[in-house]
């Protein structure tokens, strides 16, 4: 008789929780609400991209194309971003050294804390926060702090969400090592000034951090001058990482390519990281990405009205949120408008008597998002899920959060349902 096979996991994955994207999103399928949950359009990827990568594949005779290609990155992908970057930072990027890229974002920031955080470092969040930060920095040993920001109760604008940065400084101990910085905001749609950019580069230089940029929403800004780039400002470059998506910024989050841009002494570890664990990402994606940036950077710089970074992507975003704070407003929620990315606040507290919470210990917004899900049929994400600690969850439990990147048909059906509810 043979015994039970019952291998022990490693430590660093005991008591990991599924993430909210395994519960909400199969909870969408189980009821099959319109989906407002999950961060991807749902509306055909843009045809001048898919065209390039179609050109590519039907060219077998392309050898190199279909082949491993430089392991840090194609080096067509990675001259175009040298080129684009170094423009945006105001510093040299270079294309060979100052480039990493990877399976989407999410890699580059993996990559970065496991490269950087040793057991028992510390690394500032500004929360609420994209979910995977803390994880990842838990699985490379590290101690994700928490600082919360504040936003008044009567919010309208995520603008109206700020740090405070006394309180910031305070949870800096010397065991701290990195901050995170998410710019454009997921999940609130904040963008962050200059003025606080600068305090908290300011702060990033005396306390001698490493910085994490998650930038994956630069593109998705309502006017291009508005996105102030962490690395450019004064000094940074020199302390930065910055992360990038081609997914968010080509609207094909599919095709999970993403980079890390920073000095060569940054991305060392991350390189050594790289190439004993993928070595390499896909060369024909890589070559599409490098072929539709090398189309649409001069026009951002020249042509903006031409461009899909400048313009074309922004002009769909604007006018989709518009569209989705109408709506919400029309069902009685209290939308708080963005300013940029893919995603909305709304403050459901009008539609709070339609739950029984007496039986609940989940923070109030899990329980309305699942009600919403189950009863009505609209999937969103519930807000607390963007905070680590549970007494922050249960404080920040007034919203949900929903992606407005859908197509006019998906809007459509969520109106009916934001519109029936508004009557009840
Ligand atoms: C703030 C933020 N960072 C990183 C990512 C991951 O991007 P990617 O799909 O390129 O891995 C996302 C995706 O939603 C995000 O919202």
Not at 143 to 150: A, E, Y
Not at 295 to 307: A, G, H, M, N
Not at 346 to 367: G, K
Not at 375 to 403: D, G, H, W
Request: aromatic share 12%; net charge positive; glycine share 6%.
């Amino acid at each position: 008789m043979s015994s039970a096979f019952n291998p022990a996991p490693a430590d660093r994955v005991v008591g990991h929780e599924d993430s909210i994207w395994m519960e909400f999103t199969k909870l969408a399928q189980t009821h099959q609400a319109v989906n407002l949950g999950q961060g991807f359009p749902d509306s055909p990827a843009p045809k001048f991209i898919t065209d390039i990568l179609k050109d590519i594949s039907a060219k077998p005779d392309l050898t190199a194309a279909h082949q491993y290609t430089r392991g840090y990155g194609h080096p067509e992908l990675t001259n175009i971003l040298s080129k684009m970057y170094s423009h945006l930072y105001n510093v040299n990027v270079s294309p060979m050294n100052d480039v990493l890229i990877t399976v989407g974002a999410y890699h580059a920031l993996y990559y970065a804390f496991l490269g950087w955080i040793n057991p028992g470092d510390e690394v500032i969040i500004i929360e609420p926060a994209f979910d995977c930060y803390s994880p990842q920095v838990k699985f490379a040993g590290g101690i994700p702090v928490p600082i919360s920001m504040t936003v008044p109760e009567d919010a309208f604008s995520a603008s109206q969400f700020t740090i405070d940065f006394k309180n910031l400084e305070a949870k800096i101990s010397d065991k701290t090592k990195m901050l995170v910085i998410n710019n454009p905001h997921n999940p609130t749609g904040k963008l962050f000034t200059r003025q606080e950019l600068e305090k908290l580069a300011e702060i990033a230089e005396k306390h001698n951090l490493i910085v994490i940029a998650d930038e994956v929403y630069e593109f998705h800004v309502w006017k291009k001058e508005d996105m102030i780039r962490f690395a450019s400002l004064r000094g940074m470059y020199n302390r930065t990482i910055s992360i990038g998506s081609a997914g968010k910024a080509f609207s094909i989050t599919g095709w999970k390519l993403g980079w890390a841009i920073g000095p060569q002494n940054l991305l060392a570890p991350l390189k050594a990281i790289h190439q004993n664990c993928v070595f390499t990402c896909s060369s024909p994606t890589q070559l599409a990405i490098a072929e539709a940036f090398k189309i649409d950077w001069p026009k951002f710089l020249k042509k903006p009205k031409e461009s899909y970074l400048a313009t074309g992507l922004s002009g769909e975003l604007i006018q989709k949120s518009n569209k989705l704070a109408h709506m919400l407003a029309k069902g009685g929620f209290r939308p708080i408008a963005p300013q940029a990315g893919y995603f909305m606040l709304a403050n459901y507290s009008n539609h709070n008597h339609n739950i029984d919470m007496s039986q609940e210990t989940d923070p109030a917004d899990f329980v309305f998002a699942r009600w919403l899900c189950s009863e009505k049929k609209l999937a969103v994400i519930p807000f607390s899920a963007f905070y680590s600690i549970q007494t922050e969850k249960m404080k920040n439990c007034n919203f949900i959060r929903l992606c407005y990147f859908k197509k006019d048909a998906t809007l459509t059906d969520a109106k009916k349902i934001l519109k029936k509810l508004g009557k009840e």
